[in-house]
């Protein structure tokens, strides 16, 4: 599975910088980077991959000495930037809901940097403005689609009993979501949240929040926004980075004040935030990390690889990363007793690694 994050943001907020700074991937028609300081640089939704850092597969690598190695990847997606008005049309955010639906989580870059050659779209810098902004169009937009799945259900409850559970809970969420609330802060039962699960609404989404933020602030702490402590990001350092090789990286951040990238930090926290781990799988042809939920069977994450290794799921070899890497290896851990024939009600532990037995 892979991990699909939607950053969204104003206009002129550093959305496409830092995209284009994290993927190197951003590029319009032409084939050139999209940023520029005016609303709308992002015309069509970009598409960007970025492998997870994971020191531990160049551990696992030094010992299997892998043909390659794949780390895990997630996808950024540059989302249009979003203006008041947009869940009715205004500017070009409307139409760039759908592709917010499709992604697991919203990272939203929230300017806090200054800069009078980049203007922004309501003439002033205000954080918490913005985002009020942003959750209010997100909000509009999803009670636009309860407003529209009503009547329809409506119809169905005649002939169907179950729906008009589903009717209760959207009724409720109306009555919410028009305080301004987003829909994942109300309180539901698990039988609630899977009710209305294909409604795909934007606001059940979990949130990061990144500030982008100046040089100088890149090391400090900021304020929580809807109880979520940001992740303060410079796009511009970020940009930096993309260019340098990893001594003079290593040098600039180490300058900052910073121990990591931006980047680092952020897809770390999505993955806490999405309760997503890795497993590793290690041999002569490669060491390749796989994304799976916290709380995964065996039979789930072999599903991962291949539809056909969960289906016909018979066991798997197991060693933790750090038995692994202690022993030496495969050869190591097995002698050591330390390779584990496990079935499927095992639950995977985050750094295992796997050889699955399977029979289709």
Not at 40 to 50: C, R, S
């Amino acid at each position: 599975m892979g991990l699909s994050l939607a950053i969204v943001g104003l206009p002129n907020v550093g959305k496409s910088t830092l995209f284009t700074a994290l993927t190197a991937k951003a590029l319009d028609a032409s084939g050139s980077p999209v940023a520029a300081n005016y609303p709308f640089a992002t015309i069509e939704p970009n598409v960007g991959l970025v492998t997870v850092p994971d020191y531990r597969l160049e551990e696992l690598a030094k010992i299997a000495n892998p043909q390659r190695i794949l780390p895990a990847v997630v996808e950024f997606v540059d989302v249009a930037g979003l203006v008041k008005g947009a869940s009715v049309g205004e500017g070009l955010g409307n139409q760039f809901l759908a592709n917010i639906r499709e992604c697991d989580a919203i990272a939203e870059v929230v300017r806090y940097f200054s800069d009078e050659n980049v203007i922004h779209v309501e003439g002033r810098v205000n954080p918490e403005s913005d985002v009020e902004t942003i959750r209010t169009e997100l909000v509009l937009a999803d009670l636009g689609t309860i407003e529209r799945a009503l009547p329809r259900l409506e119809k169905e409850a005649k002939r169907d009993k179950s729906v008009p559970a589903k009717i209760a809970v959207m009724h409720r969420l109306q009555e919410w979501m028009d305080q301004g609330h987003r829909a994942s802060k109300m309180e539901m039962t698990d039988e609630e949240r899977e009710l209305i699960r294909d409604l795909h609404l934007l606001t059940m989404k979990p949130m990061l929040y990144v500030a982008n933020v100046d040089e100088a602030q890149v090391a400090e702490e900021h304020e929580p926004i809807d109880g979520v402590t940001p992740i303060p990001i410079c796009a511009k350092v970020e940009a930096d980075l993309a260019e340098l090789d990893p001594e003079e990286a290593a040098e600039y951040l180490t300058d900052l004040g910073l121990s990591e990238p931006g980047l680092n930090a952020l897809i770390r926290e999505a993955y806490r935030l999405l309760g997503l781990q890795s497993y590793f799988t290690a041999g002569e042809v490669e060491v390749r990390a796989w994304t799976v939920p916290v709380g995964a069977k065996a039979p789930q994450a072999a599903g991962v690889i291949h539809t056909d290794f969960e289906r016909g799921f018979i066991k798997a070899e197991v060693i933790s990363f750090e038995d692994y890497v202690a022993l030496g290896g495969e050869k190591g851990a097995k002698e050591a007793g330390k390779m584990r024939l496990e079935g499927k009600e095992y639950v995977m532990a985050d750094g295992d690694v796997v050889h699955f037995k399977f029979n289709v």
